[in-house]
């Protein structure tokens, strides 16, 4: 398993209640499922409108569960922000 940091942005952030937090996965989607676990709908739901970096690179539309993480990586969730 490989271990990094998540680190939530503005909408993703206040539902998350944490600015960040440790994961223990081996692909993106282990560690969104692990993150989401117990917190509710309103965080898979500001999770399922998010966009997702991987050490600063764009995970765009590719499937989660096919996004490689490797040890100390960090995942940025970045909601839809309002405005510009």
């Known amino acids: ?3 990094g940091l998540i680190r939530y942005w503005a909408a993703a952030r206040a539902a998350a209640g944490v600015a960040e937090e440790p994961y223990d996965a081996d692909t993106l989607g282990e560690a969104l499922t692990s993150a ?5 709908g309103e965080f898979e ?3 399922s409108r998010s966009s997702f970096l991987v050490d600063g690179a764009p ?3 590719r499937d989660h569960a096919s996004v490689q993480l490797t040890d ?3 995942v940025e969730v970045l909601p839809p922000f309002a405005g510009g």
């Open 45 to 47: 739901r500001v999770l």
């Open 72 to 74: 100390g990586a960090t």
């Open 36 to 40: 989401a676990s117990g917190r509710g």
């Open 1 to 3: 398993m490989a271990k």
């Open 59 to 61: 995970v765009g539309r």
